[in-house]
């Protein structure tokens, strides 16, 4: 059996019609709104002026009252204006700018899409908005914030107007899992392209490991006025927009009634709120889930009036960003942690909050469930069933007899063989150095003693660790799929290789090379990240949309993690480590391949098992109990064991994106749906991954592009082609 459709059973968003307003202190403050808006406002100022106060340096506040004040001698003390005129001051003023910029971004957005997941970091505003800035930095040596503006303009206006399209919000409105599927789909391409061009460059890279934490630090006068009227502009025409988006809220068709037209404002909300994330990112870097904190507080606070909601939620931007800055420079003081690092903590959980809810339901179904928002099951189309008959044989042997699954098993063996000529292929192709005649004889031990070195001993045994790692990715990736039943849920959604690359990674701190012998700590660090976005989610029993958007929050927080530890290593070592941390074969030998190989030894007859039990919950939950099958054991069978085989992938080949997501979808199109293709995802699994390190090192002459890398690059469009594909269908 196939994975179902991602979006098979979602039905079309339909205006609902206005409820009543919530009583007062429920949806909405019981304070009236200038009294809301007043305190709020006291509070940015107090946070402000704390904000001048603290820094990670040792100046003492009184200092700082002296120079503020105008003391006799403060301003003369040079070290004293550095600190607070020349950092601090600047510092301020952009929280207060950026957090307002960001909070209003993100209350325009799940105004425009009724939809309150969506944030620019969740919905690849950001992302474009970086592979812009990154393109400006390695091309064109841009290096002011400044000068990253018209980059990250251009990067975050078409990231915005495509996951819009995307989503297909432009019509009647979009489920919250499709805009954050559509929005890590171009997270995914955006991502896979700045690995690509950092990777090429040391010194782009050195910009970009500090600029991608997100930080304060650094930012000037002259830098802050560039952007302040990007800005002023992207808020001026939200303005604007507030009536319409409020007739929005009743529905399109409500709108269309009320003299609106709902097309024409989503384009105005997506052009203001691109140019107040672009040009918040460019001063300050990427900081996700700030207009997810902001939107929510906003609705809180000020219920269901639109204009009110964005005021307050420009105000709780500014609040947050200034609190977060102040942590981020004294929860490990002398040094600075990231802003982005404290935001993913603040907002994670609270995506993590409101996706347990119900009421995020209210604004359309989850993709692909087969399950509406109160639990009862969605009917499916008649004309759409869910799978095809059973194509099974029986061949007899007396008195036994065996089912052989025709179509999987003639495409089992046509995938084998298939496996064998590209495998073969990549061994002989596989070298800039050698001709495909040389690598032949090279491979039976024939021809010079180098080259029979060079393919034995470092070609051969690389090409065969990539396989198994992308067989051990791909059936992880199959298992997760079926479980929740959707094609997106990969462990690279679910947090899974995140854990395992953090855990690696904190293996080694204190270490002074870039070697990974702890390969043993992925499988621990992301069954550990596993079994957290399990409990968080509910349990084995939880709805597939819980898993994977708890594990897109835990991703987040993870990622911001890695990328600070990234941060405070030398510049070689963590190229090095950035490098593996994308994904990378180089150096791989044959005691990967042993430990490969016992994994899979142990871990694949497991999920065959696991597969077979999930197999049957196409019957629904209640025959498989009748069955004799616990649905809770099966679930938890299949994710540990998913879990560990990505976790042993990432410990040998670094986390490699994109082979969990794509072998199954293409294994269950050549298989077809009887069966769970767990073989067949293997072994296109183990091909994509060889195929991709072999053209990364031969389309290079003079360096080599780690696996990961070209991988991504083709991950996003591949996982956008499934959108669109499910969409039309």
């Given at each position: 059996m196939s994975t179902p459709s991602a979006v098979s059973a979602e039905p079309r968003a339909t205006p609902r019609s206005p409820s009543p307003a919530p009583r007062r202190g429920r949806a909405g403050s019981a304070l009236p709104l200038p009294a809301l808006l007043a305190g709020l406002a006291a509070l940015v100022a107090v946070l402000a002026v704390t904000s001048l106060f603290v820094g990670a340096g040792d100046t003492r506040p009184g200092r700082v009252l002296d120079f503020l004040l105008d003391r006799p001698g403060a301003r003369a003390d040079e070290q004293l204006h550095t600190v607070v005129a020349t950092l601090r001051v600047p510092r301020t003023l952009a929280g207060v700018a950026l957090g307002m910029a960001l909070g209003l971004a993100g209350a325009l957005l799940q105004a425009a899409t009724r939809n309150p997941l969506a944030e620019t970091g969740l919905l690849g505003v950001n992302g474009g908005a970086a592979l812009g800035v990154v393109v400006g930095i390695s091309y064109f040596g841009i290096g002011s914030g400044f000068g990253y503006v018209p980059w990250a303009l251009g990067g975050a206006m078409i990231a915005s107007l495509l996951v819009l399209l995307l989503a297909g919000a432009g019509r009647a409105g979009a489920s919250p899992l499709r805009l954050v599927l559509a929005g890590a789909a171009l997270t995914f391409t955006f991502t896979g392209l700045i690995n690509f061009i950092v990777l090429g460059s040391g010194r782009t890279y050195d910009d970009y490991r500090?600029?991608?934490?997100?930080?304060?630090?650094?930012?000037?006068?002259?830098?802050?006025?560039?952007?302040?009227?990007?800005?002023?502009?992207?808020?001026?025409?939200?303005?604007?927009?507030?009536?319409?988006?409020?007739?929005?809220?009743?529905?399109?068709?409500?709108?269309?009634?009320?003299?609106?037209?709902?097309?024409?404002?989503?384009?105005?909300?997506?052009?203001?709120?691109?140019?107040?994330?672009?040009?918040?990112?460019a001063l300050a870097g990427p900081l996700t889930f700030l207009g997810l904190v902001a939107g929510y507080a906003a609705r809180r606070l000020a219920g269901p009036r639109t204009g009110a909601q964005l005021a307050i939620a420009a105000l709780v931007g500014a609040a947050v960003l200034l609190t977060a800055d102040v942590l981020a420079r004294v929860v490990i003081k002398p040094f600075e942690t990231s802003v982005a690092l404290v935001l993913a903590l603040i907002g994670g959980p609270l995506l993590i909050l409101m996706v347990r809810s119900r009421n995020v339901l209210l604004l359309g179904t989850p993709a692909g469930l087969g399950e509406s928002g109160s639990g009862r099951r969605v009917k499916a189309r008649p004309d759409r069933p869910r799978t095809a008959p059973d194509d099974s044989r029986a061949l007899r042997f007396g008195g036994l007899s065996v089912l052989v699954p025709v179509r999987g098993l003639a495409a089992l063996l046509g995938l084998a063989a298939l496996a064998v000529v590209v495998l073969g292929g990549c061994v002989v192709l596989g070298s800039s150095v050698l001709t495909p005649a040389q690598s032949l004889n090279a491979l039976f031990g024939h021809g010079t003693r180098a080259a029979v070195l060079m393919v034995q001993e470092f070609s051969l045994p690389r090409i065969v660790a990539g396989a198994l790692v992308g067989a051990a990715l791909a059936v992880a990736g199959c298992l997760t799929q079926t479980m929740a039943r959707n094609r997106l849920a990969t462990p690279d959604f679910l947090g899974v290789n995140e854990g395992a690359t953090l855990a690696i990674l904190l293996t080694l701190i204190g270490s002074s090379t870039a070697t990974f012998g702890q390969w043993w700590s992925g499988p621990l660090g992301g069954l550990l990240a596993a079994v957290a976005i399990l409990v968080v989610a509910g349990g084995a029993g939880a709805q597939g949309y819980r898993v994977l958007v708890v594990g897109i929050a835990t991703a987040a927080i993870l990622r911001s993690l890695v990328e600070l530890i990234l941060a405070k290593k030398d510049l070689n070592m963590a190229m090095a480590v950035y490098t593996w941390s994308v994904g990378s074969l180089n150096g791989r030998g044959y005691s990967s391949i042993v430990a490969l190989g016992i994994g899979l030894a142990v871990l694949l007859p497991a999920a065959l098992l696991a597969g077979r039990r999930l197999r049957l919950l196409r019957f629904g939950e209640d025959v498989v109990a009748v069955l004799g099958t616990d649905v809770r054991r099966a679930r938890l069978l299949a994710l540990v064991t998913a879990t560990a085989l990505a976790g042993l992938a990432v410990g040998v080949g670094g986390p490699i994106g994109f082979i969990a997501l794509t072998a199954p979808v293409v294994a269950s199109w050549i298989t077809g749906p009887a069966r769970v293709p767990l073989l067949a995802s293997a072994l296109i699994g183990g091909m994509v991954v060889a195929l991709a390190d072999t053209v990364g090192r031969v389309v290079m002459a003079d360096s080599e592009i780690p696996v990961g890398a070209i991988a991504g690059m083709v991950a996003g469009p591949f996982l956008l082609y499934v959108l669109l594909r499910e969409q039309r269908a």
């Open positions: 500090f600029w991608v934490l997100g930080s304060l630090a650094g930012v000037t006068s002259n830098n802050l006025l560039g952007v302040l009227p990007v800005l002023a502009v992207g808020a001026l025409m939200a303005l604007p927009a507030v009536r319409p988006l409020s007739a929005l809220a009743l529905g399109d068709d409500a709108a269309r009634a009320l003299g609106h037209r709902p097309p024409v404002t989503r384009v105005l909300v997506a052009v203001a709120v691109t140019l107040l994330a672009a040009g918040s990112v």
